[in-house]
């Protein structure tokens, strides 16, 4: 059934019968060409390309639990491609376009709203590093415009101008980033993906891997075994666990990272909006709740929730950017666990066990990376080749020295 | 979580900052030349579930070095040690 207003208004002239359930609930088959290990935002992405772009054969994405239920539901749902280092301006510019076409693509309303990402500066060496990065993502050809205070002000009136400790002094902004309504695009992508024959299985936890001549040639379940010619991991969080069943060690750490909604509120925050002198980032969803979070808890972790020291921090961080939010209350908060790579930058590559893939250390950033991810994951499965928007995210780039590190920490992901 | 500083006494994860897992090696070459031991030992990490031993810094209080015995599935704090 295609989406349309038209669709729309027969379905309420009929009482809402004619609704059909979005994809199919499919049965594991004996064999696929490519089976995909992870129904999150991610997997579906490289599912959905992979049916879309390229004759592959059968396709399936194979869900421990359900579509959607790992961190594509539980995330900010900011959009941005305003990064530094060439390999991930170029990788992040090619997800937001694909996020800009997204919905006309997928024929399903995701709720895209580029209401612009302001990060805020409260130096005037920080004012340096974001002209900086301002004019790398311009040299690339991404929108950038760098605010002063004055600027700011008459856009954003009501954040702390005054305070001595962390005086806002202007912003680095990208109006065409923003926010998209998260669990629709996790549906979005299932429904479409089913409708090119994909087959999404649900409840189905991969336990190992067969292999054949040192490559896998297939994958156990918790609903029987598969073969498949290839096998993609798109597991962010639980991607080392996997990748042990394979016999591999990943450079990535498993780490907590908590987010936060208030109670409903009438329309106040219009933009996506971060605090330059800490980490905190907020949104206002269209439900009216102040969405925001911070840091990552800083330890190792596979639970899906944090401890109170962050959720203080966080806190701390808003009161100091915007204090009139003080008086809201928390709605809720939770977890959710992500792959730490070693450099702050996602893998997109092929292992060194036979046709098994690799699409993982996504950090906290992986939901606006979900488009591209997929496009880029895609691509590599089908070809055998990194597309070149992802041809620096290599597996091998941490022992031949060509880290690409935002952020310039080294190898301690709880820094990044 | 809370931690039992064998100086201080039962304190809030805020007082300790985590380092790293307490159980990695340092290949024993001097790290003269890069090997694959020495990018094995910086970049990769077993990483997973289940009880690991770590080295927690208690910076807020005593500044001593632990050896803490943690569950990564719960937050279950299971031993702590000097190292």
Known sequence: MRYSALTVLTQALKGHTGWMPAWRKASPAPAYDVIII????????????????????????????????????????????????????????????LWEGLERDLNYNAMVSQRGVFNIYHSDAQRDAYARRGNAMRLHGVDAALLD??????????????????????????????????????????RAADRLGVDIIENCEVTGFMFENGAVCGVET???????????????????????????????????????????????????????????????????????????????????????????????????????????????????????????????????????????????????????????????????????????????????????????VGAQPNLH | MRIECPYCGPRGAEEFVYTQDAERARPTDGGASPTEDWAAYVYLRDNLPGARREYWYHQGGCRAWLKVTRDVSTHEILKVELP
Not at chain 1, 57 to 66: D, F, I, N, Q, T
Not at chain 1, 341 to 355: F, H, L, Q
């Open chain 1, 38 to 97: 992870g129904g999150g935002g991610t997997g579906l992405a490289t599912a959905y390309y992979l049916a879309k772009n390229f004759a592959v054969g059968r396709v399936a994405v194979l869900e421990k639990s359900w579509v959607g239920s790992g961190n594509i539901g539980r995330n900010t749902t900011i959009v941005r491609s305003n990064y530094l280092l060439p390999e991930n301006v170029a990788f992040y510019e090619l997800s937001l376009k």
């Open chain 1, 149 to 190: 205070r004055e600027q700011l002000r008459r856009e954003i009136p009501f954040l702390d101008y005054e305070t001595a400790r962390f005086p806002v002094l202007g912003a680095l902004v990208q109006r065409r980033g923003g926010t998209v309504r998260h669990d629709a695009v996790a549906w979005g992508y299932a």
């Open chain 1, 222 to 408: 918790t609903r029987g075994t598969m073969k498949a010619g290839k096998v993609a991991l798109c597991v962010a969080g639980a991607s080392s666990v996997l990748a042990a069943k394979a016999g591999l060690r990943l450079p990535i750490e498993t780490h907590v990272m908590q987010a936060f909604v208030t109670e409903g509120l009438k329309p106040l925050i219009d933009n996506v909006i971060t605090f330059g002198a800490g980490h905190f980032y907020i949104s206002q969803s269209d439900k009216g709740g102040l969405v925001f979070g911070g840091d990552i808890d800083g330890y190792n972790s596979y639970a899906q929730r944090g401890n109170l020291p962050v959720v203080e921090d966080v806190c701390e961080g808003g009161m100091a950017l915007m204090p009139m939010i003080g008086r809201l209350r928390l709605l809720r908060s939770w977890g959710g666990v992500m792959d730490m790579s070693m450099d702050g930058s996602p893998i997109i590559d092929a292992t060194p066990v036979g046709r098994l893939f690799l699409n993982a250390g996504w950090c906290y950033g992986g939901f606006k990376a979900v488009p591209g991810a997929g496009f880029c994951c895609a691509h590599l499965l089908a070809t055998g080749a990194p597309h070149e928007a992802a041809a620096g995210y290599r597996l091998g780039r941490f022992a031949e020295g060509r880290v690409i590190d935002e952020k310039g």
